[in-house]
């Protein structure tokens, strides 16, 4: 029984990197389009979410113009395979509409980034 156990949670935890690899790849990569208030035109800002060796970074294209990307750093990850766990975007309200927050998801965390001044900073 003991062993069907263990079988069954590394058949598990496999499972769960291929289809981590098949929806984010290797390196973890995500990708959204959203209005964060950083546009100077029509067109949704792009933003490319990477863990690289286990540094969890943003990319911004604002309003699709790369000669204005940002470079937004999170956390460094530790742990075992801490370059295989996906991180994802998400855009949460804040007090103005138009300038969203940006929430960073890395596995079961969740990092906060307020929207201030045409650009994101790590909330505090």
Partial sequence: MLALILVGQWVAG???MVVNDWQ???PRTY???AFVGHEHTEQLSHFVALNI???AEVLELPGNDPTHARLILGPRLSGPQAD???VTI???????PHTPDMRLDIGITSIFFQNSHGQ???HK
Avoid: A, E
């Fill in 14 to 16: 496999w499972g769960t």
């Fill in 24 to 26: 984010y790849g290797r």
């Fill in 31 to 33: 990708q959204t389009d």
């Fill in 53 to 55: 060796h286990g540094q």
């Fill in 84 to 86: 295989l766990v996906p």
């Fill in 90 to 96: 998400q855009f949460v309200p804040s007090s103005n």
């Fill in 120 to 122: 994101f900073q790590m």
